[in-house]
């Protein structure tokens, strides 16, 4: 038993300015107002506890990928992003022949098993030659069942979501596929039209993956993908909150549109993301990273981010100008519902007590995940 506080608490129905909590084994038995009567285990005057942020999507950090077949590096881009608040973590693949995401599904589900990351991430390879981004061209392909299946099978269970992009050949029977398997369908890196966006979203996808980027742009008489999934309210919204992929001015009309409450803040990081400028591999394609953003080398196409999910945070509460509350609902409760994370994602009684302690400038202080704070990030 601990308990935690003497500060500020971000709490699903309110933002607490002074408040405590009590930890018991692995879950949160009890949230208070004012202060605790009796000591506190850990005072935390002039700090924010937060519930532990989700990152549905990202691909690595730390110099480190997920798309690899050495599950020690895998591990080390999961530390990067837990000493950043990050404590439940997807690991994303992207574009590959089906022999190499075989092999790295293979390599990553017993990290799913350990809890290391929660699920598996499949980009590709079933997306836009249009809009294929830093994907390889060469290599996006329409989905065929045999292969949706096969690459399903080997993930027994560990494939949380697969992104295609819906005008693709047999994309809405593999959306049925995947949704069939307990997956979550994305619709991205896509060139689809507001009905076939639609038809994808009736047949059961339920996440945009980085909308706006990679996906055929809004017009007025041409709205695309970018309208028919914000205006949706089954559909989550990945957005990249870095300054970069998105203007600010953007992420305001998207949070304005779909609410802290069906926009999850993603990460989309790639290897650099809380490492040095230089350069970088993302699957099979060089990545040069210069002042913090990662281009396809030689070219104006942005590869992934640099970005950890307490650095979105910042950026949206300072210059997207969006409450504290909201930015942390889109870091954390809004990922976890729509991962089907049922035990986790916001501070309330009986969910698991993975925690962020931010500093007065945002920045983490500490990580507790299942109770037990992290000692060491050995990043
Ligand atoms: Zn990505």
């Not at 408040?19 to 605790?36: C, H, M, N, S, Y």
């Not at 110099?63 to 690899?68: G, H, M, Y």
């Not at 307490?310 to 409760?333: E, H, P, Y």
Request: hydrophobic fraction near 45%; aromatic fraction near 4%; include cysteine.
């Amino acid at each position: 038993m601990l308990v935690i506080g003497g500060c500020r608490i971000v709490t699903p129905g309110e933002l607490i300015e002074y408040g405590w909590l009590r930890v018991r084994g692995e879950q949160i038995a009890e949230t208070g107002i004012g202060a605790f009567e009796g000591d506190l285990d850990v005072d935390l005057a002039g700090h924010t506890i937060v519930p532990g942020f989700v990152d549905q999507h990202c691909h690595g950090g730390g110099r480190n990928s997920f798309i690899t077949t050495d599950p020690g590096e895998a591990f080390r881009a999961a530390q990067l992003h837990l000493a950043h608040g990050t404590t439940s973590i997807m690991a994303s693949l992207v574009t590959g022949t089906f022999d190499d995401l075989a092999n790295q599904i293979r390599t990553l589900v017993p990290l799913v098993d350990q809890d290391v990351i929660f699920g598996i991430h499949l980009e590709g390879p079933w997306i836009s030659g249009k809009f294929h981004g830093a994907h390889d061209p060469a290599l996006v392909r329409p989905p065929t069942r045999r292969e949706v299946g096969e690459l399903l099978a080997i993930g027994d269970g560990r494939i949380a979501m697969v992104t295609l992009a819906p005008e693709l050949p047999g994309a809405i029977a593999a959306i049925k596929q995947i949704v069939r398997a307990d997956a979550v369908a994305a619709v991205g890196h896509t060139d689809a039209s507001y009905d076939e966006t639609r038809r994808a979203i009736d047949a059961g996808a339920r996440v945009g993956t980085h909308v706006m980027n990679a996906m055929r742009a809004m017009r007025h008489r041409d709205p695309g993908p970018v309208v028919a999934l914000l205006e949706d309210p089954r559909v989550t919204i990945e957005a990249i909150c870095d300054g970069h992929h998105v203007h600010p001015a953007v992420l305001r009309l998207m949070f304005a549109e779909a609410g802290s409450g069906r926009i999850a803040m993603v990460t989309d990081a790639m290897a650099a993301a809380g490492a040095e400028d230089g350069s970088y591999q993302l699957g099979d394609l060089r990545v040069e990273v210069i002042d913090g953003v990662a281009r396809i080398f030689g070219t104006d196409t942005i590869a992934g981010s640099t970005l950890t999910l307490d650095a979105a945070v910042r950026f949206m509460v300072l210059v997207g100008k969006v409450s504290l509350q909201a930015a942390i609902r889109s870091v954390s409760t809004t990922p976890a519902e729509a991962m089907g994370l049922e035990d986790r994602g916001s501070i309330e009684v009986g969910k698991r007590a993975d925690l962020a302690v931010l500093g007065p400038d945002l920045r983490v202080r500490s990580v507790m995940v299942r109770g037990e704070w992290v000692e060491s990030f050995d990043v």
